[in-house]
């Protein structure tokens, strides 16, 4: 398939932050930016990017992380249903509250922003 300029533009970067990192020295920086701008297919950006680690997770962990949450969440709720039915069914159906609840940290905790923030980076040192 052919590569268009926004991959060539996603491989420049991921180049370019292995060179900030240490993996590349200068000209292979140079080199691998040059094959960058010829390539013409996807598969010649992903020879670019040889002996580099991947960047890109080969599994995302907030679809896998959502599924376990569900169903801790769904068991709470069962459990709580169970506990208003084998306890006589009589009044108002509680269970709903806990529901309300923890629906309210499910949607937090699987679709909201993590409260860990990333640390500062150190100052660069100055070329010379």
């Known amino acids: 398939m052919l590569a268009s300029d926004a991959d060539r533009a996603r491989v420049s970067g991921e180049l370019r932050a292995h060179y900030e ?7 292979e920086f ?21 002996q580099l680690p991947s960047k ?8 896998t992380r ?4 569900a169903l801790q969440y769904a068991l709470v709720n069962v459990v709580a249903i ?4 084998f306890g006589g069914a009589e009044g108002d159906f509680w269970p709903k509250w806990v ?9 937090r905790r699987a679709y909201g922003r993590s409260r860990r ?10 070329r010379v």
């Open 66 to 69: 959502w599924r376990s949450l």
């Open 30 to 50: 140079q080199e691998r930016l040059d094959e960058t701008h010829k390539a013409r297919t996807e598969a010649q950006l992903e020879r670019v990017l040889r």
């Open 82 to 85: 169970l506990i208003w039915v």
């Open 56 to 63: 890109r997770p080969t599994v995302s962990p907030r679809d």
């Open 99 to 107: 529901f309300l609840v923890t629906l309210f940290l499910f949607t």
């Open 117 to 126: 923030r990333a640390l500062p980076r150190p100052p660069k040192e100055p």
């Open 21 to 27: 990192d240490g993996r590349l020295t200068l000209d």
